[in-house]
């Protein structure tokens, strides 16, 4: 049974740095494309970073580009988020999604409406 936990989250100043994790369980990992989501306060969850099976291709939403870092170790069976000049806006719960994508090692993201979610972890960036 695919099961996957988040880790990491917290409280942080504007400016500062998190990083979040996420254990897939139940599953061979390297079967999966991984994206990393956020729900804000008020807003719709919104996809902020997918990484292929491989490692091979990353996406990213362009309000984090060149801040967030997705990485994964497939031999641990885990999954990163770097997360570095983190902003107010950045506030929100982070959940990651795995989804067996049919389309190959290169796929960086889980498609819309498939896969399986984190109970997610909770990201505040204030002073």
């Known amino acids: 049974q695919l099961q996957l936990v988040e880790s990491g989250g917290g409280l942080v100043q504007p400016g500062g740095s998190l990083r979040l994790s996420c254990v897939v369980s139940?599953?061979?990992?390297?079967?999966?494309?991984i994206g990393w989501f956020r729900q804000a306060p008020g807003k719709e969850r919104e996809r902020i970073s997918c990484i292929s099976r491989s490692s091979s291709a990353t996406d990213y939403a362009d309000s984090v580009k060149g801040r967030f870092t997705v990485s994964r170790d497939n031999a641990k069976n885990m999954v990163y988020l770097q997360m570095n000049s983190l902003r107010p806006e950045d506030t929100g719960v982070y959940y990651c999604?795995?989804?067996?994508?049919?389309?190959?090692?290169?796929?960086?993201?889980?498609?819309?409406?498939?896969?399986?979610w984190g109970q997610g972890t909770q990201v505040t960036v204030s002073s």
């Open positions: 139940g599953v061979t990992l390297d079967n999966y494309s």
């Open positions: 999604k795995a989804d067996r994508t049919p389309y190959g090692p290169n796929w960086p993201c889980p498609r819309p409406g498939l896969g399986s």
